[in-house]
């Protein structure tokens, strides 16, 4: 693969891969309450995660930087009435209210200074009841040491931006797999799904 943000590459090497298990978990989380609603997917990239949402009945808002990955998200999705795919940064967009705030392996890509907004109206858009399901960064990731313009955080700062929501599950997880472009990666995240009270 190519370089990091090669992200057509990326795609190619994704091909159609099975949806992240911590989508399939915080869905089965509402299955049991008999909850079905609005999510937003941020940082969609080609919308494997939300054609899985689309396949469980949920009305979707995709949004992804990169236009291919949109394009292809929009071919896989037909004519689906119940998605709306945007193009654009996370940091830009504003976010509908929802029930369900999905952020698979990307707010890293939102620069250090416009972080603290978006996580901001992240937590706003959140209905009672909804949940946020995401991973968070860590400083002992290999790009926190090369990438300026990315955000990372240590374990007190991940759990300080969860206060006032119910954390349903928080775990670190690190290992040395390399990165999707074929370099050598050092990975540091932790896996966040977090309950809006009410």
């Known amino acids: 693969m190519g370089e990091r943000g090669d992200w057509v590459a990326y795609y190619d ?4 891969r099975e949806p992240r298990e911590q989508l399939l978990d915080v869905l089965d989380r509402f299955d049991r309450e008999g909850r079905v609603g609005d999510a937003v997917d941020l ?3 080609q919308g494997i995660e939300t054609m899985e949402l689309l396949r469980r009945g949920w009305r979707v808002v995709a ?14 999705a037909g004519a689906e009435p119940r998605l709306t795919a945007i193009v654009s940064p996370m940091q830009e967009v504003e976010l509908p209210e929802t ?8 707010l890293q890509f939102c620069p250090p200074g416009a ?9 706003r858009s959140l ?9 968070l960064f860590g400083e002992r990731d290999t790009w ?12 007190p700062s991940a759990r300080a931006l969860l206060d006032g929501l119910d954390v349903e599950t928080f775990f670190e997880h690190e290992d040395d797999e390399g990165d999707a472009w074929g ?13 809006q009270p009410g």
């Open 115 to 123: 972080f603290p907004a978006l996580w901001d109206r992240i937590r």
């Open 43 to 45: 940082g969609c990239g």
């Open 99 to 106: 029930d369900l705030l999905h952020a698979s392996f990307s």
């Open 63 to 76: 949004i992804d930087a990169e236009p291919d990955g949109i394009r292809r998200l929009r071919e896989r």
């Open 13 to 16: 090497e994704q091909g159609e």
């Open 144 to 155: 926190a040491s090369t990438e300026s313009e990315m955000t990372f955080f240590d374990e």
């Open 127 to 135: 209905r009672p009841g909804g949940r946020f399901a995401g991973q």
């Open 183 to 195: 370099q050598p990666h050092h990975w540091h995240e932790f896996h966040v799904i977090a309950r």
